[in-house]
């Protein structure tokens, strides 16, 4: 693949050309890409697949995969990011060509660990797995064949001849079930999870498979040889990232908050101080409420805690006049000299508000870097409470948010799966008595503003389409500004090529 600062050039292929390069709505990622895109649509498409993984990994746990519900939410974030699933959509080349380059981009940001690594391969399975139950029978075949699979369909004579013996190892089939059932025939050694539980008819080296039992045979195909094509980029890495263009993208993406960034406008004066303490009981995410807390026990908080709270007020409308009378009342209650605040703390506020140094106008911290960056040491109180305390003590702090027992267990399964995201979007459902509330939580002052809304009666909770990622309430591309400055050095690199880029992604 090639990129140029330039807008790419889009190849003219005829109708049987672009239906050889992408026959299906679904593949292995087999081949790297090899035509030419700008710098910027890498940088689009890139976001674009984070979002879409980051989508299906919420809905994994929000909903039972498999379900209609589960279908139509994932289907509609497919079509946002204009991204293939179905496979008798007309002029599907476009979405099939954007998938095919995302998932390559992606792969190498999320190459670099073995945490990434696993993150990264359980949601493509999870949305091959989708994909694969919404292909036409018909079409099965032709997938299994160019995605390398030797697997089979038998012909109904040959099924008749084993009826007997593929009906007594698959428990749940009937024999009017198995008449319009394919059912494939697969070497032993592809099959041994089925084997494992007896659920399988094996004949002369062969497993006689249902096509309702091949998507884990499916599955686990795709999952090996993308953990080997992983391993093998991990190793071609350090080269690439030796492009300045490229390398601020790749080290951002994986830990990227893509979503709106809660600057300060149209909120700036929107609350006084004396509803701060009501607010932190009624509409703050747990993160914030545990330091609002922390400083009035406390009258301090450390610099980790006040950046992050700090920032927090600053997006739900603290001005900075506000902000500057807020920490010092606070700290003076503290025994703190007036003189010293004024001398030692007031200028990290007026920072913040983009007032001294370079004039940065900061924004508040999203769930993601707040989740993996800079975690709590002792005496700190910033963080996220679902990833940084001890089960234990988190269960004892839910108790007294009168969170109900069952609600805790939920909470503390989703944190034990390490959905901590899912789990503050649980505490949310849970603290303002909804069933769903109808979006994904990524940010604590999109927390903020959405328990506003219902609290104010201004939002109906039981939405009907989920929108993962964007806070994610907006179907634009959206970048925080700290992301616009990692990657600025894409955009304005012109005229530039990389040849090649197929030597990372194989031997």
Partial sequence: ??????????????????????????QFYLQPPSENISLMEFETLAIDRVKLLKA???LGVSYVKGTEQYRIKLEAELRRVKFSFRENLEDEYEPRRR????????????????????WFIQQEMDLLRFRFSILPKDKIQDFLRDSHLQFEAIKDEEKACRE????????????????????????????????RGRKVYLEDGFAYVLLRDIVAIVLN????????????????????????????????????????DYSTQGSVGKISLDQIDSLSTKSYPPCMRQLHKALRDNHHLRHGGRMQYGLFLKGIGLTLEQALQFWKQEFIRGKMDPDKFDKGYSYNIRHSFGKEGKRTDYTPFSCLKIILTNPPSQGD????????????????????????PGGINQILDLVKGTHYQVACQKYFEMTHNVDDCGFSLNHPNQFFIESQRILSGGKDVKKE??????????????????????LASLNSSLGVDMEGLEDYFSE
Wanted: contains cysteine; glycine residues 2%; aromatic residues 8%.
């Fill in 221 to 260: 195909e795709f999952r090996t040889k993308l953990s080997k094509a992983l391993a093998l980029t991990a190793r071609s890495l350090p080269s690439i990232q030796s492009d300045e263009r490229l390398q601020p993208l790749l080290n951002h993406l994986s830990h990227s908050y893509t979503g709106q």
């Fill in 99 to 118: 998938d095919h380059i995302s998932h390559f981009i992606v792969r190498l940001a999320y190459c670099q660990s073995e945490e990434l690594r696993r």
């Fill in 164 to 195: 007997k013996e593929i009906i007594a190892s698959s428990p749940s089939i009937t024999w009017t079930k198995l008449e319009l059932e394919s059912v494939y025939k697969i070497p032993f050694a592809d099959a041994l999870d089925l084997f």
């Fill in 1 to 26: 693949m090639e990129f140029t600062g330039a807008k790419r050039k889009r190849q003219s292929l005829a109708g049987d050309q672009r239906n050889t390069c992408y026959p299906h709505s679904l």
């Fill in 465 to 486: 389409s989920i929108q993962p990622e964007t806070p994610q309430p907006k179907p634009s591309v959206q970048k925080t500004k700290a992301a616009s400055s990692a």
């Fill in 56 to 58: 299906v990994e919420n």
């Fill in 381 to 404: 109180y910033h963080g996220c409470p679902f990833r940084h305390s001890d089960p234990e003590l988190l269960k004892q702090k839910l108790q007294s948010y009168k969170i109900s």
